[in-house]
């Protein structure tokens, strides 16, 4: 479990990092926090040229709202996250499922711009940016550009981003005051990668759903925006029956793969009995 | 200080300081030699395969590689190691002309560094020719399976059918049968520290040095001695002050202990391994998984009259020793605490292509109870009475001891009927019926379990010839098996202070703390002023076949001889003590650290007074005492015999006893079992100290439930590992534990110097019966019955949906299973 030999750059700005990256022409690896690349190199799985780490470019860790979009640099850490007070009043769902993520020495190393270009299916982070319908921003050697995140996710640990691309600012739009929500995962031990997970938020308007919001993690190749089940909340409000049905829809919208850990029927499984979990968390805690 | 105070209380750990502090001395810490050069193991990719050759040239032509060992030098170099049965199974260190599991070594890569090699470890090229795998111990001895060993024939390493009292009769004239098939799964221990060897080869004296974490048993000495062709006093094993935990692991270190040997010897440079955690989970070592069919015969009151276990042990790609000990190291404790006479015990030995086992704490005993303590739930269930009625009326009573088993163990001691009694007292027992009946009504699933366990510790190396028939035993040229044995020394400098050396190798059970309050008592001296040094040296300590650390084996025969060592040496200071007053040592006594006068005015001799004479002025010494002070006692146990004639032997020395009670709630939707309750109760006998005491409960207990829900070598069909590092290897971790209630019984064992037995096993041989019997409770009311572990939540839910699609439908009876005979009934000669 030693990594096959690889040149290492410690980048100091944006600039540096993306010019390090076009020189090996796809052939570097972004190095954040390390919690998923370092395994990955040691096991040979990745066998990149180079590493850039970007860990030194201060410029790249902030939290900041801006116009009712709360904007992270990609390198804030997921244990910044977890007790920022913006994100607290902002973004409760987030901060509610970075405590699924891991244990507290790999949130205190893993970031939020890593975390979602590593693209694990079974993370939280990639199920809430699903939610929420965030975007992420992007560098490149042709400057900058913005990936929504129904266009981000490809495929298993796959992005649309380019080999030659950094990952530099995560966006997510502010929850409206009163929104409910909740993160709700089924993982076999605390801390591990989810079985499923499903994050969930609700804006009522009276007894009526003026807007539903749910993803998933772990049941397939990437996040899935379960908006069929949404819609069926939109239209007929947030009462026991409406919930169940969204619940048994959220489980014929995904197509999960079996693994060592669940099959596939469990996963579909989880994923109707999670749902109307979330739900039912989201809908007591929303106010109108 | 009074003496006897030190014994029964929670001393800090004097291994914690450095251990916490990072200056622990591991195998990978201090490099012994100088100039080392550094192995990667080239290791199979295929379950198994022809190996056709090897062509090493890429690699030995890259930088920094010294040399390359391929099985072909293996098999020019080394004899096979011994196995513990009669079939023709050739083990080598690594793989001379198959492989038979998926990480099996092909080849080490010796290089200047550890990078490197694991760089030209990709380029060695093994030309293999691919074989059909088979992994399933029943399938393995199915006519058509793929054939391992051809030698060998079939699949089939080793049968045999024990039969004990009248089994045959006890079935006939029983009221009540209950059967059932159960699956235990192969998982480890995965200690944080992983193997590790460092050899040196001494070409001038013809000395092999091989440090390492090795735990013993100490017959791997003459046994890897014999593989690479050295006499035993040209093979020095080293042990390092710190081992980072094994649980058994380490004691299969030993083919590791022959390859990087021979690497050394071959390439004349010193060589350093350390494993990896991938090539650990890969092919260190595990646990058999087992398929067993049981039947348990009964009266109508719920009195068992006898058993029969028919058991498929899987032991992987070759049956490496003490295997099988997965079948027989339990042999004297096979009735477990009840009074059954009549058992019949049909074991199958089978090899497939997996990775290879061997002890796993608390060895072949988690297997044992998970079976055995389902049976006695499921007959309580049939007979509808209450499992700790059915346990109450069958246990071995307090005036019965020491109790002789049918199959020959000899229990020392122990009151098991209190130890229940208790355990029921402290879980609530009635409440938690109450609230599950509460829980029920509100249609919850909530579920109370029992496991009992005879703790069998301190193994008696005579067991693994019940492996072999007894004719084979019988034939005169047959040398029989038995013992258990330990060595201490204890001396004293000449300022009065105390050296203890043991020829032991702990793993983090804190034997420096639990010695020092042994010496201390007896000596009458502070632990402070006693250091202990337990670094296993076979050139310099007092060893033998069964020395080591396993088989919970140092709180019965290490701290017996560390006491009877200190009480030589106190016994000769007695007599040193008087002959300077001029009396006669009856008229004189040992206490509170000092010789004194039984009576009569006289100033007395503290042990330093007296250590510095007898240092200084040997012409003090009485005429005939031997100059010096050190002691060495080495302690066995008379009651360590070999395995007889009808294959009874007492396979163990002492005997503790574990009563648990653990209520759990089932999440139907999500089938997420949550513990609410958990009671362990043990009889260890004297307990020296309560706190290191706690600390092996606990860990025992999560290695457990590791078992029960979490942990699994997984293999596909075609031998591939499916879960293969911690993220797929689930090991519970402190959020996974629950609350632990713990107390004690005393009976002390009247066969140890002070009292005590072995503990360090523990609740890792109930918890996984424990669990499944509160989960088949909690679930009874879908008619679900856990008979395969682990639970893990996808099987939990299958179970649950087809229970809940099959509600409607009448349940369908549960019939008796069929017994098959085995594959080749023949018992191998």
């Not at chain 1, 007790?83 to 973004?91: C, G, H, I, Q, Y």
């Not at chain 2, 290879?356 to 055995?372: D, I, K, S, V």
């Amino acid at each position: 479990m030693k990594p096959p030999r690889f040149e290492y750059h410690a980048a100091h700005s944006v600039d540096e990092a993306v010019a390090l990256l076009g020189r090996y022409g796809g052939d570097a690896k972004v190095l954040a926090g390390g919690q998923s690349l370092m395994p990955m190199l040691n096991f040979r799985l990745a066998r990149p040229a180079a590493l850039v780490d970007v860990n030194r470019v201060a410029a790249l860790a902030y939290v900041r709202e801006d116009d009712g979009v709360v904007a992270f640099g990609a390198m804030t850490r997921q244990r910044t996250i977890e007790f920022s007070p913006m994100v607290a009043a902002r973004l409760p769902l987030l901060r509610e499922a970075t405590r699924w993520v891991g244990h507290l020495p790999i949130r205190s190393r893993g970031t939020i711009g890593g975390s979602i270009a590593h693209a694990d299916p079974s993370a939280e982070y990639p199920a809430v940016l699903t939610a929420l319908g965030g975007e992420v921003i992007v560098q490149g050697p042709r400057g900058r550009r913005t990936v929504k995140a129904a266009d981000l996710f490809e495929g298993y640990l796959t992005t649309s981003l380019g080999p030659e691309e950094l990952l530099v600012e995560v966006r997510l739009p502010a929850m409206p005051a009163g929104a409910g929500y909740a993160f709700e995962e089924f993982a076999r031990r605390h801390g591990d990668f989810a079985i499923v997970g499903i994050a969930a938020m609700v804006v009522r308007d009276g007894a009526r759903c003026a807007v539903a919001r749910l993803a998933t993690a772990g049941t397939g190749p990437v996040p899935v925006r379960l908006r069929a089940a949404e819609e069926i909340l939109e239209r007929d409000g947030l009462g026991d029956a409406a919930v169940a049905a969204a619940g048994a829809r959220a489980a014929e919208l995904v197509d999960p793969d079996a693994d060592v850990h669940a099959s596939a029927e469990y996963r579909r499984h989880l994923t109707g009995v999670l749902t109307v979990r979330a739900l039912k968390r989201a809908i007591a805690g929303a106010t109108s | 200080m009074a003496s006897g105070s030190w014994i029964g209380r929670s001393v800090e750990r004097v291994e914690d300081g450095r251990l916490l502090t990072g200056r622990g001395a591991f195998i990978d810490d201090h490099p012994p030699v100088s100039n080392l050069s550094h192995a990667a193991i080239v290791r199979s990719p295929h379950a198994h395969a022809r190996i056709r050759g090897w062509d090493a040239s890429a690699a030995l032509a890259m930088e920094g590689v010294v040399g390359v060992i391929t099985g072909r030098d293996v098999a020019a170099s080394c004899k096979p190691f011994g196995v513990g049965v009669t079939a023709p199974v050739h083990y080598y260190p690594a793989a001379t002309d198959k492989v038979r599991f998926v990480g099996e070594p092909v080849a080490v890569v010796v290089a200047r560094d550890r990078y490197l090699a694991e760089d030209a470890a990709e380029a060695v090229v093994v030309d293999y020719e691919v074989l059909p795998a088979v992994v399933d111990p029943e399938k393995a001895l199915e006519p058509d399976a793929p054939i391992l060993h051809e030698a060998v024939g079939s699949n089939l390493a080793g049968h045999r059918r024990l039969v004990y009292g009248d089994p045959d009769r006890a079935f006939a004239e029983a009221e009540v049968i209950v059967r059932e098939r159960f699956r235990f799964p192969k998982y480890a221990s995965t200690p944080i520290e992983t193997y590790g060897v460092i050899a040196r080869w001494d070409g001038l004296d013809g000395v092999l040095t091989v440090w390492s974490n090795f735990m013993g048993p100490f017959i791997m000495h003459p046994l890897v001695a014999r593989v690479l062709g050295l006499p035993e006093n040209r093979l020095r094993f080293i042990v390092p002050p710190d081992i980072g935990g094994s649980f058994g692991i380490k004691s299969s270190i030993y083919p590791y202990l022959a390859l990087i040997g021979l690497a050394a010897m071959k390439l004349g440079v010193p060589v350093k391994w350390i494993e990896d955690r991938r090539e650990h989970l890969l092919a260190s070592s595990s646990g058999t998984d087992r398929v067993a069919w049981r039947e348990v015969a009964a009266r109508n009151d719920g009195t068992i009259v006898g058993m029969r276990f028919k058991w498929f042990d899987n032991v992987g790609g070759y049956i490496r020793s003490p295997e099988p000990g997965c079948s027989f190291r339990p042999t004297g404790n096979f009735v477990g605490p009840y009074r059954f006479q009549n058992l019949e015990v049909d074991a199958s030995v089978v090899m497939t292509n997996k990775s290879l086992t061997g002890p796993n704490r608390g060895y072949a005993c988690g297997h044992l109870y998970f079976e055995t303590e389902r049976m006695i739930d499921l007959l309580a269930e049939r007979l509808g009475l209450d499992p700790v009625e059915v346990r109450r009326r069958n246990l071995i009573d307090r005036a019965s001891f020491p109790y002789r088993t049918p199959t020959g163990g000899l229990y020392d001691s122990g009151d098991y009927a209190a130890t229940l009694d208790k355990a029921l007292v402290l879980a609530k027992y009635d409440e938690l019926r109450r609230e599950q009946a509460r829980a029920r009504a509100a249609g919850r699933y909530y579920g109370i379990g029992l496991a009992l366990a005879v703790d069998p510790s301190v193994s008696n190396m005579g067991y693994v010839a019940t492996a072999l028939d007894p004719q084979f035993r019988a034939k005169p040229e047959y040398l029989p098996k038995s013992g258990a044995v330990d060595s201490a020394t204890v001396k004293i400098d000449p300022l009065g202070r105390v050296i203890a050396i043991l020829g032991t190798t702990p793993q983090g059970q804190g034997h420096q703390t639990i010695v020092s309050q042994i010496v201390a008592d007896e000596l009458g001296v502070a632990p402070r002023d006693v250091t202990v040094v337990d670094e296993m040296d076979t050139f310099t300590r007092v060893w033998s076949i069964s020395s080591g650390t396993y088989s919970s084996r140092f709180g019965s025969v290490g701290t017996s001889a560390v006491a009877l060592a200190a009480r030589k040496l106190k016994a000769k200071l007695v007599e040193y003590a008087a002959h300077l007053m001029g009396v006669t040592p009856g008229e004189v006594e040992f206490r509170d650290g000092g010789v004194h006068r039984t009576s009569g005015k006289a100033t007395p001799y503290s042990i330093k007074d007296l250590a510095g004479r007898a240092h200084w002025n040997t012409e003090s010494l009485p005429e005939g005492m031997e100059p010096g002070l050190a002691a060495t006692a080495v302690f066995g146990f008379s009651v360590a015999r070999a395995v007889d004639a009808e294959d009874r032997v007492n396979s163990s020395n002492t005997y503790g006893f574990i009563a648990e009670v653990m209520a759990v709630e089932v999440d139907p939707d999500t089938a997420a079992i949550k513990i609410v309750k958990y009671v362990t109760v043990h009889d260890a006998g004297t307990i020296i100290n309560p706190m290191i005491v706690e600390g092996q409960i606990y860990g025992g207990a999560l290695h457990g439930l590791g078992g029960a829900l979490y942990e699994e070598l997984a293999y596909d069909d075609d031998g591939q590992l499916l879960t293969g590092t911690f993220m797929d290897y689930l090991v519970p971790t402190a959020s996974e534990a629950p609350d632990i209630e713990i107390a004690h019984v005393v009976s002390p064992s009247p066969l140890t110097t002070l009292g005590s037995k072995g503990l360090g096993e523990s609740s890792s041989m109930t918890v996984p019966a424990v669990i499944a019997n509160a989960v088949s409770d909690a679930l009874r009311p879908l008619g679900i019955s856990i008979t395969e572990l682990p639970m893990t939540p996808t099987r939990l839910h299958d179970l649950i949906t087809r229970a809940r699609s099959s509600a409607s439908e009448p349940r369908p009876p549960r019939s008796g299973h069929p017994r098959p005979e085995p594959a080749s009934p023949t018992p191998l000669q």
